[in-house]
Every structure is written in C-alpha cells, then in structure tokens.
Nanobody, 120 residues
Framework: QVQLAESGGGLVQAGGSLRLSCAAS????????NDWYRQAPGKQREMVAT???????NYGASVKDRFTISRDNAKNTVYLQMNSLKPEDTAVYYC??????????????WGQGTQVTVSS
C-alpha cells in the first residue's frame, strides 16, 4: 500500500504563488506516473499536471506556462509550483500516483486533497 500526504495549500491573492507537495510513503515502487488533479465546486475533477517515471511532463491547457510539476525521487515527493494564480484556480487539489507492475497491472492512489483559494 502507498499513502500520499499533500501539503502547501492555502489562501493567496491573484497573481501570487503557492507550492504544493505530495509525499509518498509505504510500498513505493514501480511508479508509472505522478499527477495533480483539481476539483472546483460543481465541476468535474480535471488533470492539472503529470510527470512520468522518466520525467516527461504534461499540463492542462489552463495552467500551462504557469504551473510546474517536479519530483524528488530521493524524498518520494512530487511538487506543483503554481505561479500567476488566478481566481479560477480555486479548487481542491489532489495528488495521484499510479504504479505499474512488471506484469502490467496498475494501482492508483489518491491523497486526501488540499484546498487552494485564490482571491481577486
């Protein structure tokens, strides 16, 4: 089993920055990808950023060029640096980790979520 612990959320003014962290513990092996998702009230959960095991990154269109995902393998921690924040970035942000065994089976793990609120 893998446990994910998020931190770094909070209240920030528009134009400001926050950095989210997601620390993985437990049987952390065969990581396939780490992602950040977010869900605003009344909206579906959407992918914000993803980083593969080999370091390739991908971003949602609404955050590209403002957010940066990174990973510290030694600390089993993934970060989301969020700059130039907008009120529409307000949401609960969730950390997600997917592992893939040598046989191809996958497992998905989610953090508890951290609130990000951007005031105008």
């Amino acid at each position: 089993q893998v446990q994910l612990a998020e931190s770094g959320g909070g209240l920030v003014q528009a134009g400001g920055s926050l950095r989210l962290s997601c620390a993985a513990s437990g049987n952390v092996a065969n990581i396939y990808a780490n992602d950040w998702y977010r869900q605003a009230p009344g909206k579906q959960r959407e992918m914000v950023a993803t980083i593969s095991a080999d370091g390739r990154t991908n971003y949602g269109a609404s955050v590209k060029d403002r957010f940066t995902i990174s990973r510290d393998n030694a600390k089993n921690t993934v970060y989301l640096q969020m700059n130039s924040l907008k009120p529409e970035d307000t949401a609960v942000y969730y950390c997600h980790l997917q592992t893939r065994s040598v046989f191809g089976s996958t497992s998905d793990y989610w953090g508890q979520g951290t609130q990000v609120t951007v005031s105008s």
